[in-house]
């Protein structure tokens, strides 16, 4: 627990309970209230369950990445206008504001451009450079979804976008946490016609794949259908 991140939860917990405005608020604040609730949230900081806690970020931060991943690419290329906050091209634990308001490491993310080794920030370049390269595709494209079949099929959100033929495909995992119980057995997703390369890590596929093939490098994939 580094001082930084024990000041911004201390900030956190003090604009939730003004907010929540029970027994304090930001026009009448009780301080004898507030102060109790600080030394309670340094109590779990410094005490046994903080290692319990510990324990439980690591074990969710895999699940969390995946969902971080699907919910960027799916706002990225469903119907409609994406959005994306500066800042949130890489990983981001902000808390509510004015936590979310902190400087942007902006040399940071210049370095991670450069290779595009962080997933988040390759899922984000890729994605919009897509939408770049094919305007039309996510302007006036049709949006049709892409059922799989399998004992995890339910792990699976998928579709395809594009202009006349949809030739482009989205597929998201979802639902880790007992997808990593399970595994994805014999689940597939169906390709159609064609040879697919995904824009995310260069693999190619084409016909009934494998869900545990199509997501062996990312929970994610952005396949783009190869023209002949």
């Known amino acids: 627990m580094t001082a930084e991140l024990r000041d911004r939860l201390h900030s956190y917990a003090e604009k939730a309970i003004r907010e929540a405005a029970w027994h304090t608020s930001w026009n009448d604040p009780d301080t004898d209230f507030e102060d109790a609730i600080h030394r309670w949230l340094d109590t779990v900081l410094d005490g046994p369950v903080a290692e319990q806690l510990t324990g439980l970020v690591a074990q969710l931060h895999p699940h969390a990445a995946?969902?971080?991943?699907?919910?960027?690419?799916?706002?990225?290329?469903?119907p409609g206008i994406p959005d994306v906050y500066q800042g949130t091209e890489l990983w981001d634990d902000s808390l509510v504001d004015p936590d979310n308001r902190r400087p942007v490491d902006y040399a940071a993310r210049r370095t991670a451009l450069k290779t595009l080794a962080h997933p988040k920030i390759r899922v984000v370049t890729t994605a919009l450079r897509l939408r770049r390269s094919r305007p039309e595709s996510f302007?006036?494209?049709?949006?049709v979804p892409v059922l799989a079949s399998g004992d995890a099929s339910d792990h699976v959100v998928a579709f395809r976008?594009?202009?006349?033929?949809?030739?482009?495909l989205v597929a998201v995992t979802r639902w880790t946490v007992r997808l990593e119980e399970t595994g994805w057995g014999n689940t597939v997703v169906p390709l159609p016609d064609g040879s697919w390369t995904d824009t995310l890590s260069g693999a190619t596929a084409s016909g009934p794949t494998s869900a545990a093939e199509?997501?062996?490098d990312l929970p994610v994939v952005l396949l783009e259908r190869n023209r002949d």
Do not use: M, N, P
């Open 214 to 216: 199509l997501f062996a």
């Open 161 to 168: 976008r594009g202009w006349e033929c949809q030739d482009i």
């Open 139 to 143: 302007r006036h494209g049709g949006y």
């Open 66 to 78: 995946s969902d971080a991943l699907g919910q960027k690419l799916l706002a990225l290329t469903v």
